[in-house]
């Protein structure tokens, strides 16, 4: 058992020193490695061979100096007209400037507020909408929206009216090999990213300036370039989905489906209780609809915890606490493995048991679709730093809502994964001594959502719940990243820019409007048989339907020769129908509370310019505080009422009109740029490293004193 363990350990070390040197070879400035014609010769002899190899080796060594003096010209060369060697940015997803003013104020930010003393604090304009891909797609290329071609979480197909992902495509692969009931796939799926225009960092790359790019927003599948990157937003987990959890237990109604997850029955087999791990339609064995991976637990109330076995491993799970990662195997047959990664919380074991488990992730040491660029980066930090969620949105807000974990859980799940991207922050800003280290942190963001509530008096969500339990959770949230910054700053020196970037403010999400409801009471949407309940408009009459709704802020015309079945007529009678849906919309009045709940209705070709103008939605709602797309028609349902309270734990949003929610920049060197925006970004990186900003960019560098511009390749690009 010595001797097992011993192996076992040296081949995770040996594993995690082979990474590490792809890493170092390929991944620090400079990279000298030699790397030989490998395996393409057919030598005569072992003696050959080892002639060969010692030939090689003796002529790589007289060329090494040559080398290292041709790799550093060339690297002068690069920075010759750089302002600046290395740029660190650190980024909050919805770190709100209101909130960083009170509590700046309050003396509870001492490093923002030394950074801003430092440098600057200001607040930076966002995109219509003020959505996270939308975005952090802006902040990634420097264009509007009609330039990159994302616009909202989900995008609706022409063909069936129903909703995808915006930013990627995940397919079966080009070829399979059917053997009676099997069907093998002859590769990988087909992943196609939807993203258009091109990031700064593979700009940076092109020019040979280096960049780390971790966990940035619409990242996946990852792109070539000349750096190093670890995708985020819209990852899917081993399902295809965007995050399923699985929650089990010897309750009543043990099979039923939540939003966001499934409920599942844990059945007694002796003095044991099992159950399965279940992924989708196995599309390698037909005769079989899942992929199964069954588990066993046995119970020790009076411990309150319970031992898991699982994959013939075997796990202590103690009441309210999550487990690490634990790697599982589906067997689909034909020696095929697919391989994930879980986290299991035991939430009571008696006198019901209730389980938890978490979506399951793709394993970063092998995974089954693209995580990283290169493909072995994700292998190379599971092995240095341990292994970590890859789903896109790794805190899971679904079980939150429904109830499932409660706050604590969900708190306590989600400054987990903040320190797995603390790790690989801190790994890769080490790495990273000239060119760009951007990472963005997600739990200011998902955190906000969640208890948002909690900064609101007579919040719906609050009903029942004592409203002082967790109100100093996002004050907290805030002292955190806080604290996380004053690491980076003892990392920084002032030849470093450093900028702390959020993508958007938060405000409250109070009451929810139905704008299908609407546009079906205001006769632009019809439905069958007047069935209210369907979802993903399965009730919809598309052929004397006008107007539909679809997304977090969107609203598009049935337009003829465009949607399927499309009859409204495209010119001016679209123009017309446009026109009068911002009248009647723009400043709507909630009749329960007599508050204004729209602002203001943006026609999409008044806001956006570019070659992708024509997938955007026809209209942009710009919500007001306190409100937003309500819960049933974001799933495509259509109710009787338009306005109905958020009684969900999702109680903060961003959603709403841009003017009300725009992000923060702070800065280590001053920003002389009187209204700086999200799209300014990408330019400014460019220009500091002296390159040419592309005409085509909307966006214009900012202004920084510190960096004085004296090239005409430097200059700020007139709009």
Not at 265 to 280: F, N, R, S, V, Y
């Amino acid at each position: 058992m010595k001797q097992l363990a011993f192996r076992k350990g040296n081949s995770g070390l040996i594993s995690t020193l082979f990474f590490a040197t792809l890493f170092l070879l390929f991944f620090t400035e400079p990279a000298h490695a030699y790397i030989g014609p490998g395996a393409g010769f057919a030598l005569l002899s072992s003696l050959f061979a080892l002639l060969a190899s010692f030939l090689l080796a003796f002529f790589s060594m007289l060329a090494l100096p040559f080398r290292l003096i041709f790799g550093l010209r060339r690297r002068r060369k690069i920075y010759s007209k750089a302002l600046v060697k290395r740029v660190v940015i650190l980024g909050f997803d919805g770190l709100d400037p209101e909130l960083c003013q009170k509590y700046l104020a309050e003396g509870k930010l001492p490093n923002f507020a030394q950074l801003k003393e430092k440098g600057c604090f200001k607040k930076l304009a966002t995109t219509f909408p003020a959505l996270s891909p939308v975005a952090w797609s802006t902040f990634a290329t420097g264009v509007n929206p009609g330039r990159h071609s994302i616009y909202d979480f989900l995008m609706r197909n022409r063909h069936t009216y129903l909703p995808e992902l915006s930013s990627a495509k995940v397919g079966q692969p080009k070829r399979v090999l059917r053997i009676g009931k099997y069907s093998i796939p002859l590769g990988k799926p087909q992943v196609k990213f939807l993203r258009r225009s091109k990031s700064f960092w593979k700009i940076l790359g092109e020019a040979g300036i280096f960049s780390h790019i971790v966990r940035v927003p619409i990242t996946f599948p990852p792109e070539k370039f000349r750096g190093a990157m670890l995708s985020a937003m819209c990852t899917p987990d081993l399902r295809g989905s965007q995050g399923t959890f699985s929650f089990y237990t010897t309750g009543k109604n043990g099979n039923s489906k939540f939003t966001g997850g499934t409920r599942l029955a844990l059945t007694q087999e002796g003095d044991k209780l099992c159950a399965a791990l279940i992924l989708p339609d196995n599309v390698i064995n037909k005769s079989a609809h899942h992929f199964v991976l069954l588990f066993e637990l046995t119970l020790s109330p009076e411990k309150r915890e319970a031992k898991l076995k699982i994959a013939r491993e075997n796990y202590t799970l103690k009441e309210k606490e999550f487990t690490p990662w634990i790697k599982v195997i589906f067997r689909p047959g034909l020696g095929i493995k697919v391989r994930g990664i879980c986290q299991f919380y035991l939430k009571q074991s008696s006198p019901e048991v209730e389980l938890y488990v978490s979506p399951i992730n793709i394993d970063p040491e092998r995974p089954a679709l693209p995580l990283s660029h290169p493909y072995f980066f994700s292998v190379y930090l599971a092995k240095l730093l341990g292994s970590y969620g890859t789903l896109g949105m790794a805190e899971d807000t679904w079980s939150l809502n429904e109830e499932v974990l409660d706050e604590d859980a969900f708190l306590q799940q989600a400054y987990r994964i903040q320190e797995e991207r603390e790790k690989q922050f801190f790994h890769a800003l080490g790495k990273t001594k000239k060119g760009v280290c951007a990472c963005v942190f997600d739990t200011t963001d998902r955190i906000q959502h969640m208890f948002f509530r909690y900064l609101v008096d007579g919040h719906p969500a609050n009903n029942n719940k004592d409203a002082q339990e967790h109100k100093n959770v996002i004050p907290e949230l805030y002292q955190k990243a806080d604290e996380l910054l004053g690491r980076v700053m003892d990392e920084t020196s002032d030849d470093t820019l450093l900028m702390v970037i959020s993508d958007h403010g938060f405000k409250s999400f109070v009451r929810g409007i139905n704008l299908n409801s609407w546009l079906h009471q205001n006769g632009y949407l019809n439905l069958q048989n007047g069935d209210y309940s369907a979802e993903y408009f399965q009730n919809v009459d598309w052929q004397n339907t006008r107007v539909y709704a679809i997304g977090l802020a969107g609203i598009y015309l049935n337009i003829k020769g465009r949607e399927k079945f499309g009859c409204v007529e495209p010119g001016e009678e679209a123009r017309k129908l446009k026109k009068e849906i911002m009248q009647k919309l723009a400043g709507m009045v909630d009749s329960d509370t007599k508050k204004v709940a729209i602002n203001e209705v943006y026609d999409s070709k008044q806001i956006y310019t570019g070659a992708y103008v024509d997938e955007a939605p026809d209209l942009i709602i710009g919500y007001n505080d306190g409100y937003r797309i309500s819960w049933d028609a974001a799933i495509g349902k259509t109710t009787k009422t338009v306005f109905q309270d958020n009684t969900k734990c999702w109680s903060g949003d961003h959603g709403i009109d841009p003017k009300l929610v725009p992000g923060v920049i702070f800065s280590n060197h001053n920003i002389d740029t009187e209204n700086p925006s999200l799209v300014d970004i990408a330019p400014t990186l460019l220009q500091l490293f002296g390159l040419r900003v592309p005409s085509y960019m909307d966006g214009q560098p900012l202004v920084m004193p510190s960096f004085a511009v004296d090239s005409k390749e430097g200059q700020s690009k007139q709009k």
